[in-house]
T-cell receptor, first 113, second 114 residues
Framework: DGGITQSPKYLFRKEGQNVTLSCEQNLNHDAMYWYRQDPGQGLRLIYYSQIVNDFQKGDIAEGYSVSREKKESFPLTVTSAQKNPTAFYLC????????????FGQGTRLTVV | DQQVKQNSPSLSVQEGRISILNCDYTNSMFDYFLWYKKYPAEGPTFLISISSIKDKNEDGRFTVFLNKSAKHLSLHIVPSQPGDSAVYFCAAKGESGTASKLTFGTGTRLQVTL
């Protein structure tokens, strides 16, 4: 089955710890994205990658890091520098060209206590 | 600076009637627009899209209209059904030098009542 998989669905971490969220896709998509959604808020872009070994900061990249070593994978690390890490994190993938849609995973809810 | 705006946070429509969701954008470089539907605690699902070379795209009950001069697009759902109750996001692509970057609005919560 083709799709995009985020794991885990729920994640709890202590304040001050780094945590890495997984995102894997088997859709052969070049572009991958990480968004954050807070209660009652829209989707804010954290990082995106248009091709392997390349990624760009989105609108709220501070306190986050990513890597794109493989086409299929785009993990997101939430570092201790992120002031308000508790949120719903969404990963997506899509074609490199402009006129293509992106497909989303089911999301990871991160709670920092 | 919010480049994609959905000024109505919520909308309530009776079953069978038309739902109209609006979206405005400020970046004239955007050339591809998309609508997504989202349920709580789930990822958004793609609904319909439109290229800037068109002014209308239809798919079943869903139609998207684009007014480039006004930098405005709208999603029409006819007839509205209770299962359409969700949050709807518009999104845009095509900023210069970043063909893949996808920018979302803040969403409109649609409630379809019986």
């Amino acid at each position: 089955d083709g799709g995009i998989t985020q794991s885990p669905k729920y994640l709890f971490r202590k304040e001050g710890q780094n945590v890495t969220l997984s995102c894997e896709q088997n859709l052969n998509h070049d572009a991958m994205y990480w968004y954050r959604q807070d209660p009652g808020q829209g989707l804010r872009l954290i990082y995106y990658s248009q091709i392997v070994n390349d990624f760009q900061k989105g609108d709220i990249a501070e306190g986050y890091s990513v890597s794109r070593e493989k086409k299929e994978s785009f993990p997101l690390t939430v570092t201790s520098a992120q002031k308000n890490p508790t949120a719903f994190y969404l990963c997506a993938s899509g074609g490199f060209l402009g006129n293509t849609e992106a497909f989303f995973g089911q999301g990871t809810r991160l709670t920092v206590v | 600076d919010q480049q994609v705006k959905q000024n109505s946070p919520s909308l309530s429509v009776q079953e069978g009637r038309i739902s109209i969701l609006n979206c405005d954008y400020t970046n004239s470089m955007f050339d591809y627009f998309l609508w997504y539907k989202k349920y709580p605690a789930e990822g958004p699902t793609f609904l319909i899209s439109i290229s800037s070379i068109k002014d209308k795209n239809e798919d079943g009950r869903f139609t998207v209209f684009l007014n480039k001069s006004a930098k405005h697009l709208s999603l029409h759902i006819v007839p509205s059904q209770p299962g359409d109750s969700a949050v709807y996001f518009c999104a845009a692509k095509g900023e210069s030098g970043t063909a893949s970057k996808l920018t979302f609005g803040t969403g409109t919560r649609l409630q379809v009542t019986l």
